[in-house]
């Protein structure tokens, strides 16, 4: 049996290009399976689903690898998990097919990769950080500005919004700034 597997990220996206893809990879649409849930999710209704429903000599097809998940550790893990249940992984446009000893080489070298990368990665940032390098953007608002936007905030005769306008930021990143233990508690202005 071929069981499809298709997953989207947000109800905003459209996930008719991995359905047609998996339906022209021989996967009938009832066997088709879409989840809107981030790769990250440990829990994914559809993707437990099919999990549920997969036995020995059984298939799961998908567009790419990035479908089942972002984490490199998840995919060796069910990588394995799947070859230990005698079932097949088909990545239509990695062509990757676990079915064949070159599917399997080519699934395997994919994982090793992917994990010195991860490896790579994290030595660079611990590398950095060792120098006093962060990682991530720069923040939107100067430590000065940080300063300013709290009195104004603590003061309460401003709103969120106001304060924002002010720097020319979102009112996220006037909340991202601010004490998160003084959000919520602040003077009340004096309605004169």
Do not use: C, W
């Amino acid at each position: 049996m071929l069981l499809g597997y298709a997953r989207i990220s947000t109800v905003d996206q459209n996930p008719v290009h991995q359905i047609d893809a998996l339906r022209r990879g021989g996967v009938e649409e009832d066997d088709v399976n879409v989840d809107v849930a981030s790769g990250a999710k440990a829990s994914r209704p559809k993707f437990d689903l099919v999990m549920k429903l997969l036995r020995d000599g059984d298939t799961l097809k998908v567009t790419r690898l990035d479908r089942l998940g972002r984490s490199v550790v998840h995919l060796v893990t069910l990588g394995a998990e799947l070859r230990e249940r005698g079932v097949g992984l088909h990545v239509i446009e990695q062509g990757i097919d676990t079915s064949t000893p070159e599917g399997r080489a080519m699934f395997g070298m994919l994982s090793v990769l992917a994990e010195l990368i991860v490896a790579n990665t994290r030595d660079g940032l611990i590398a950095a950080r060792a120098r006093g390098r962060r990682g991530g953007r720069r923040p939107r608002l100067t430590a000065p500005q940080s300063e300013v936007a709290q009195q104004l905030y603590d003061g309460g005769k401003h709103t969120v919004q106001q304060i924002a306008d002010m720097f020319g930021v979102p009112r996220s990143t006037v909340y991202g700034h601010l004490d998160k233990a003084r959000i919520g508690v602040r003077a009340v202005a004096d309605a004169e």
